[in-house]
Nanobody, 122 residues
Framework: QVQLVESGGGSVQAGGSLRLSCAAS????????MRWFRQAPGKEREFVAA????????YYTDSVKGRFTISRDNAKNTVDLQMNSLTPEDTAVYYC???????????????WGQGTQVTVSS
């Protein structure tokens, strides 16, 4: 089992950057595929990015490719999401999630954090 806690959300103007971090508990962090999702007001939760257990593979939804970068540090049990060139459409609650499935799996993850708010103003 793994517990996830996100941090780093906040408010930023369009074109700005934010870095989200997710800290995981447990001694098996490096066995999990880590993912970021987001949920905007009135919309369904959507996949944002995923990274394989060793960081060797990453996967992004089309709308964030070239702007967001997912990374992990297995020694620190953390996964980060660097978000650049933010737009108001990126405004959402961002969630960290984990499971042991391949990065392209669409099955909902088993473990979720509580979420962190990102607000981008125009």
């Amino acid at each position: 089992q793994v517990q996830l806690v996100e941090s780093g959300g906040g408010s930023v103007q369009a074109g700005g950057s934010l870095r989200l971090s997710c800290a995981a508990s447990g001694r098996t962090f490096d066995s999990y595929t880590m993912r970021w999702f987001r949920q905007a007001p009135g919309k369904e939760r959507e996949f944002v990015a995923a990274i394989s257990w060793n960081g060797g593979s990453t996967y992004y939804t089309d709308s964030v490719k070239g702007r967001f970068t997912i990374s992990r540090d297995n020694a620190k049990n953390t996964v980060d999401l660097q978000m650049n060139s933010l737009t108001p459409e990126d405004t959402a609650v961002y969630y960290c999630a984990a499971n042991r499935l391949p990065i392209y799996s669409s099955k909902p993850p088993e473990y979720w954090g509580q979420g962190t708010q990102v607000t981008v103003s125009s």
